[in-house]
């Protein structure tokens, strides 16, 4: 599992956004875009085989411990989904030393959850 942060507007590099054209013509007029147009916070989780799901956070909104729980819950629902096979094996969780992801809340949800 893990956290980033994905922006709506990628800019390209000069050399990215060069074109062909026929000798004696100008480059077609490009607009401007804009940097500012936002990012979204993605939570996401994999296993080997590719991704279980993500999770997009809504703006203005943080990952709370609340938050997170029901997002460990979502993610058992997935593997139990995606791969049912897993239910009678023991699964490793790896996760970074967020504070919300160490709290008592979330650890307690990953200990209901086996």
Known sequence: ??????????????QQSEQWTEAGCSAPKKT??????GKVMASVFW????I????YLEKGNTIT?????????TLDKKIREKRPG?????????QDNVPTHKGVL???KIRDLH
């Open 65 to 73: 411990p609340e938050y997170y729980s029901n997002l460990l819950t």
């Open 1 to 14: 599992m893990d956290e980033t942060w994905i922006h709506h507007h990628t800019p390209e590099s000069k």
């Open 106 to 108: 979330a650890m307690g």
């Open 47 to 50: 296993y080997a085989e590719g």
């Open 86 to 94: 897993l239910q009678k094996k023991k699964i490793i969780f790896y």
């Open 52 to 55: 279980l799901f993500i999770d």
């Open 32 to 37: 401007r875009s804009v940097p500012s147009a």
